[in-house]
């Protein structure tokens, strides 16, 4: 079992930054491929990027690459997301997941263990 504990939402202007941040803890936790999602009110849980147990290897939804940024502590267990240049479009409660096999996935399926979510609010 691997618990996720998200936190660093907010509000925060078009054009600003937030930084994502999520503890992962229990067995497997420090050998998970992870990733984050987003869900928007009325839409779909979508994908938002993903990283390697290693932290190596890094992937990004086109929507977000050149200005997002996934990566890892593999000693303190912490996935962070990175986000600049925040647009509007971006608002979405934003989810950390973590898988307990090998291999970096795009798919929600396949993802076994999530956190709760932080609210991410980009307005003027």
């Known amino acids: 079992q691997v618990e996720l504990v998200e936190s660093g939402g907010g509000l925060v202007q078009p054009g600003g930054s937030l930084r994502l941040s999520c503890v992962a803890s229990?067995?497997?936790?420090?050998?998970?491929?992870m990733a984050w999602f987003r869900q928007a009110p009325g839409r779909e849980r979508e994908y938002v990027a993903a990283?390697?147990?290693?932290?190596?290897?890094?992937y990004y939804a086109d929507s977000v690459k050149g200005r997002f940024t996934i990566s890892r502590d593999t000693v303190q267990n912490t996935v962070f997301l990175q986000m600049n240049s925040l647009k509007p479009e971006d608002t979405a409660v934003y989810y950390c997941?973590?898988?307990?096999?090998?291999?970096?996935?795009?798919?929600?399926?396949?993802?076994?263990?999530w956190g709760q979510g932080t609210q991410v609010t980009v307005s003027s």
């Open positions: 229990g067995r497997t936790a420090d050998t998970a491929p």
């Open positions: 990283i390697n147990w290693v932290g190596s290897n890094q």
């Open positions: 997941a973590a898988r307990s096999k090998r291999g970096v996935t795009m798919t929600a399926d396949t993802y076994d263990y």
